[in-house]
């Protein structure tokens, strides 16, 4: 049984909102006091004027001072570094400059960096501004630098949008506003977490590093013993061998390494569940990048695709930073305009990123491809195969990253033990 509060809580008529809404502010009270006071005066008395003039004055008053605020401040946002993570946090700094007799009250710095988890989210009935920080005072005559902390949910290039800085004061029925100067912008790079469970050699006789070969390096099997070199690290001595020798460090000679090609591929055919297509593309991207920088790490010769571009990373950690940095810019909805399975070439051995079911179970068929899908707790269940690693992003007390680092570590023992 409804109660009294319920009853007055209660929203009969939510499609009457847009034109009731306004009675919320200030100004629809003003509007209806002033068109009040009117007749009064016209055919009661002339107190009534005095009622129409004050509520006049208020409107002006508030048309005004705002504009003054804003005419008399400059404001600029300044970060303190060009690149950050996604989930760090950030310290941003504003420096505002008051250039008038009167002190400033009720700033507001707003938009520019807020993201919304979904696409599909949408605000109330009246769409409120998005706030970042507000300042209550300003002194007359100063320049001031205020901080506050910002940590981006997503990888992105922020500002996203031109933030401004408003005001309402003094009776908030009338906002002014302009846009706040950004010198540099903060580039975010998607999260990636790192690997650790790469195993050293394979049963194969490969390395993370590359094919063993039987030339001089430092890794893989023993090829002899020579003299140590100026510059060389006293791991490798050999000390027995020393000790025999009495006069020279002999040191242990290794095989080497060629290096390992990869290619990672980006698969942004839209997943099933439209709701969640943005989050499962994020997901994608920070799963591609943090495979990249494992493989990076380990001395491949990477090569990524996203939709109809490639880039070949090689070696360089430069060209790694500058690959990321693009992942920043990466639109992914344009990107799922592209249907269909992304070419595959067999040269290289190939990792597919993919939320479409169809796509991996196609692309593991094929030779020296290795299908990761992203799946939900609502999609439906996959059969087994130990060349198609399914990460579960809804899964509780493993993230998609330890799914991963477990999935293909568990791949690998059994294709030893194989």
Not at 9 to 23: A, E, H, I, K, M
Not at 128 to 153: D, H, Q
Not at 223 to 248: C, F, H, I, Y
Not at 325 to 350: K, V
Request: hydrophobic share 40%.
């Amino acid at each position: 049984m409804l109660n009294l509060k319920d009853i007055l809580c209660q929203d009969f008529c939510p499609g009457l909102n847009r034109y009731v809404y306004w009675l919320k502010q200030p100004f629809g009270w003003i509007a209806i006091g002033a068109v009040a006071a009117l007749p009064v005066a016209i055919s009661v008395s002339a107190s009534g004027w005095w009622v129409l003039a004050s509520c006049l004055a208020l409107v002006a008053i508030q048309l005004v001072w705002p504009w003054f605020q804003i005419k008399v401040c400059d404001c600029q946002i300044v970060f303190d570094r060009l690149r950050a993570v996604e989930g760090e946090e950030i310290p941003v700094q504003l420096k505002i400059t008051n250039r008038g007799p009167f002190p400033v009250w009720g700033m507001a710095i707003e938009k520019g960096f807020a993201q919304s988890s979904s696409g599909s989210e949408k605000s109330e009935a009246i769409d409120e501004p998005n706030i970042n920080v507000t300042l209550a005072y300003v002194p007359a005559f100063s320049s001031n630098t205020y901080e506050w902390k910002f940590t981006p949910s997503r990888r992105g290039v922020f500002p996203l949008e031109a933030p401004r800085i408003s005001t309402g004061f003094p009776f908030g029925i009338w906002a002014s506003s302009k846009v706040v100067e950004v010198p540099q912008s903060l580039i975010v790079w998607p999260r990636t977490e790192q690997h650790g469970n790469l195993p050293q050699t394979e049963a194969t006789g490969t390395s993370d590093c590359g094919n063993f070969e039987d030339r001089a390096g430092d890794q893989g099997d023993i090829l002899g013993s020579r003299l140590w070199r100026p510059g060389e690290p006293l791991r490798m001595v050999n000390w027995a061998q020393t000790a025999k020798s009495q006069e020279d460090l002999i040191v242990i000679e290794r095989q080497s390494t060629t290096q390992r090609r990869v290619r990672l591929v980006l698969d942004p055919t839209p997943y099933t569940d439209s709701k969640r297509n943005e989050e499962i593309g994020e997901w994608q991207i920070r799963i591609m990048a943090s495979i990249a920088k494992e493989l990076h790490q380990h001395r491949y010769n990477v090569q990524v695709s996203t939709g109809s571009t490639s880039k070949r990373i090689g070696s360089s950690s430069a060209a790694l930073k500058s690959w990321f940095d693009e992942l920043a810019h990466l639109d992914f909805q344009e990107l799922a305009d592209h249907q269909g399975l992304p070419r595959i070439t067999n040269d290289a051995g190939t990792w597919l990123i993919t939320a479409n079911m169809a796509h991996a179970r196609q692309a593991r068929q094929m030779p020296n491809v290795r299908p990761v899908l992203l799946v939900t707790k609502d999609s439906p269940t996959t059969d087994y195969c130990p060349r198609l690693l399914t990460l579960n992003i809804d899964r509780s007390g493993l993230s998609p990253f330890q799914q991963l680092y477990f999935n293909s570590r568990t791949g690998h023992v059994a294709k030893q033990a194989g």
